[in-house]
């Protein structure tokens, strides 16, 4: 069946550095993949696309990376702040449906 | 530009009956798809609607149903609720030209006692 896994639950990182959140998923063949912040009791918030054939995209101190020999996707937020702080949702896409992970959860301490 | 709206905000239900949530799309939008969401997980496609049909629909049994309406506005109707109906629903919408763009309403928190 398929399987999107997001490492692990909670990742604390301090202020300034750059966070790594990974996305690998199993059993899938998406034809995009897309990274979304959720805040507390909100809905999620579109960030990046990035496309099957494409290896990276970048968006102000966002970049993300997408291997489907790996089946894996690593997002990257450099010179982070407190503000930064959220849960990163990753989602696959196919056929019109977006098939979600579970989050993990980033905690900028300043 | 209005963005995505959902009623109510917070919702307490007992188990066996039926609610109706609704979402309003964003301004120019024609399509729109129901997440569930449950606590410490991501959201699960529960179906879209486009044009006022639906136009796929993820792994949910038939007593979750929906509607769209001619102003792309839409609902979902859960019958016979269950505890574990219990969740955050999220509505989405998108236009179907670039439907990979979704933009996503602050959701209906459900409680099923």
């Known amino acids: 069946s398929q399987k999107i896994e997001q490492n692990s639950e909670a990742l604390n990182i301090q202020e300034g550095k750059t966070a790594t959140l990974t996305c690998n998923y199993t059993n899938y063949s998406p034809a995009y993949l897309q990274w979304y912040r959720q805040d507390p009791g909100r809905g999620p918030v579109f960030l990046l696309l990035?496309?099957?054939?494409?290896k990276e995209k970048r968006k102000e101190r966002l970049k993300v990376t997408f291997d489907t020999t790996l089946k894996q996707s690593l997002f990257h937020i450099t010179a982070s702040q407190p503000a930064d702080s959220a849960t990163y949702l990753c989602a696959l896409g196919a056929a019109r449906q977006l098939t979600f992970g579970s989050g993990t959860q980033l905690t900028v301490l300043p | 530009e209005t963005g995505v709206t959902q009623s109510p905000t917070h919702l307490i239900k007992t188990r066996g009956q039926q609610v109706t949530l609704r979402c309003s799309s964003q301004s120019g939008h024609n399509t729109v798809s129901w997440y569930q969401q449950a606590l410490g997980q991501g959201p699960q496609f529960i179906f879209q609607?486009?044009?006022?049909?639906?136009?796929g629909r993820g792994n949910f049994p038939p007593r979750f149903s929906g509607l769209q309406f001619p102003n792309y506005s839409s609902e979902l109707n859960v019958n016979a609720l269950e505890l574990d109906d219990s969740a955050l629903y999220l509505c989405?919408?998108?236009?179907?030209?670039?439907?990979?763009?979704?933009?996503f309403g602050p959701g209906t928190r459900l409680t099923v006692l």
């Open positions: 609607y486009y044009r006022e049909e639906e136009n």
């Open positions: 990035i496309r099957e054939n494409e």
């Open positions: 989405a919408s998108s236009l179907m030209e670039n439907y990979n763009e979704q933009f």
